[in-house]
């Protein structure tokens, strides 16, 4: 059974940094591509960025690119996202997300796992 944990996520201020942390056990985590997606309060939740089994090849958002960055450490279990030049719109609920293949994807409905979210709060 695969498990997975959000945490680093909190209230800071528009221009600051944050970086949020995925812990993964159970599985292969190794093998498989990962994902940030986030739901701010009243709106479908949307991707952010992804990266595939061994780091190579991230993909962003729009909204996120240049700001954010995508990264993981195959022999801890964990990913990481590293939020830069944080803006109000970036305030939400940030999801981390694990599917079996190795290969990363911008769907929502492509992945096989999902955790329960941490709340980052941007404020002006």
């Known amino acids: 059974q695969v498990q997975l944990v959000e945490s680093g996520g909190g209230l800071v201020q528009a221009g600051d940094s944050l970086r949020l942390s995925c812990l993964q056990s159970?599985?292969?985590?190794?093998?498989?591509?990962l994902g940030w997606f986030r739901q701010a309060r009243g709106k479908e939740r949307e991707f952010v960025a992804t990266i595939s089994w061994s780091g190579a090849g991230p993909a962003y958002a729009d909204s996120v690119k240049d700001r954010f960055t995508i990264s993981r450490d195959n022999g801890k279990n964990t990913m990481y996202l590293e939020m830069n030049s944080l803006k109000v719109e970036d305030t939400a609920v940030y999801y981390c997300a694990s599917r079996f293949s190795r290969w990363p994807t911008i769907h929502e409905r492509e992945y096989d796992f999902w955790g329960q979210g941490t709340q980052v709060t941007v404020s002006s």
């Open positions: 159970g599985g292969t985590f190794s093998s498989s591509a």
